[in-house]
């Protein structure tokens, strides 16, 4: 579903374009991923309205028949890519499960600032980004999904995100049709 607006509080939520996810390969190149996200979180502070990034750590406490390989990530994993900040005025949000919402603040970062809708982006389409989607839907919050500013590991996986879950929870379209929302 095209985007058609966009509510006067609304926040930029970024997932996990961290070093640690954007060097793994992926469906899209995350070099464009990144960019259009750097593209729309300009554009949001441009306006005043809050841009928040999400980065993951660790993972959830509890039995994972699916733990990420490869033994201890490098200390710089869970860094934000520095191109997309965090600057000055950024939430950032430390989260430990797939979506953004459970056990974090956010929700009540987001509420205390008037937000009434959310535009995402970022890394993995099927995993981060549809949990957080789907967890923002359950809280009232309007959605919009940046589709070229989202990318998965796997392409099947983010194709049945784009087609089929996204437009259910939300609205979807591309960084520029966002930032001309903006105004």
């Given at each position: 579903m095209t985007a058609t607006t966009l509510d006067p509080r609304?926040?930029?939520?970024?997932?996990?374009?961290?070093?640690?996810?954007?060097?793994?390969?992926?469906?899209h190149p995350a070099a464009g991923i990144v960019a259009n996200s750097v593209a729309l979180a300009d554009a949001f502070r441009a306006k005043g309205l809050p841009v928040v990034l999400v980065h993951?750590?660790?993972?959830?406490?509890?039995?994972?028949?699916?733990?990420m390989g490869g033994g201890r990530p490098p200390a710089d994993w869970a860094d934000?890519?520095?191109?997309?900040?965090?600057?000055?005025?950024?939430?950032?949000?430390?989260?430990?499960?797939?979506?953004?919402?459970?056990?974090?603040?956010?929700?009540?970062?987001?509420?205390?600032?008037?937000?009434?809708?959310?535009?995402?982006?970022?890394?993995?389409?099927?995993?981060?980004?549809?949990?957080?989607?789907?967890s923002a839907y359950e809280h009232g919050y309007n959605v919009t999904i940046a589709t070229d500013a989202v990318t998965d590991m796997d392409a099947d996986a983010h194709r049945n995100s784009v087609e089929k879950i996204f437009p259910r929870l939300g609205e979807t379209d591309t960084t520029e049709a966002i930032v001309a929302l903006l105004g």
């Open positions: 609304t926040a930029l939520v970024v997932i996990d374009l961290q070093k640690g996810i954007v060097g793994r390969e992926t469906a993951v750590v660790d993972g959830a406490p509890g039995r994972n028949e699916t733990p934000i890519v520095p191109e997309l900040g965090p600057r000055d005025g950024d939430i950032v949000v430390t989260k430990r499960t797939w979506g953004a919402f459970h056990g974090t603040d956010l929700d009540l970062r987001l509420r205390r600032g008037g937000i009434t809708q959310v535009v995402l982006a970022g890394i993995a389409t099927s995993i981060g980004v549809e949990s957080t989607a789907r």
